[in-house]
Nanobody, 123 residues
Framework: QVQLVESGGGLVQAGDSLRLSCAAS????????MGWFRQAPGNEREFVAT????????DYADSVKGRFTISRDNAKNTVYLQMNSLKPEDTAVYYC????????????????WGQGTQVTVSS
């Protein structure tokens, strides 16, 4: 079992930066690929970024590529999402998720989810 707790959300202005954190329980964190997803009001939850267990491989949605960076610290059982140049369309609840072994863009592939953290970007 893996429990995930996100933090770091808040209200910021367009152009600002924010860093989200996701703390995981368990002793085998490095065995899990991690993902960030987001859900805006009225929209389906969508993929944002994913990172391999060792941290060397990452992938991003086109909408955030070049602005967001996913990283992890396996010694701290934590994955991060650094968000720069934020836009109003980035407003959403952000979720982290975990799955064994390989990265995936698909929500259905992830077994464990956090409760989400709200990010609001004002124009």
């Amino acid at each position: 079992q893996v429990q995930l707790v996100e933090s770091g959300g808040g209200l910021v202005q367009a152009g600002d930066s924010l860093r989200l954190s996701c703390a995981a329980s368990g002793r085998t964190f490095s065995h899990y690929a991690m993902g960030w997803f987001r859900q805006a009001p009225g929209n389906e939850r969508e993929f944002v970024a994913t990172i391999s267990g060792g941290g060397s491989n990452t992938d991003y949605a086109d909408s955030v590529k070049g602005r967001f960076t996913i990283s992890r610290d396996n010694a701290k059982n934590t994955v991060y999402l650094q968000m720069n140049s934020l836009k109003p369309e980035d407003t959403a609840v952000y979720y982290c998720a975990a799955r064994l072994n390989y990265r995936s863009y698909a929500q259905k592939d992830y077994n464990y989810w956090g409760q989400g953290t709200q990010v609001t970007v004002s124009s």
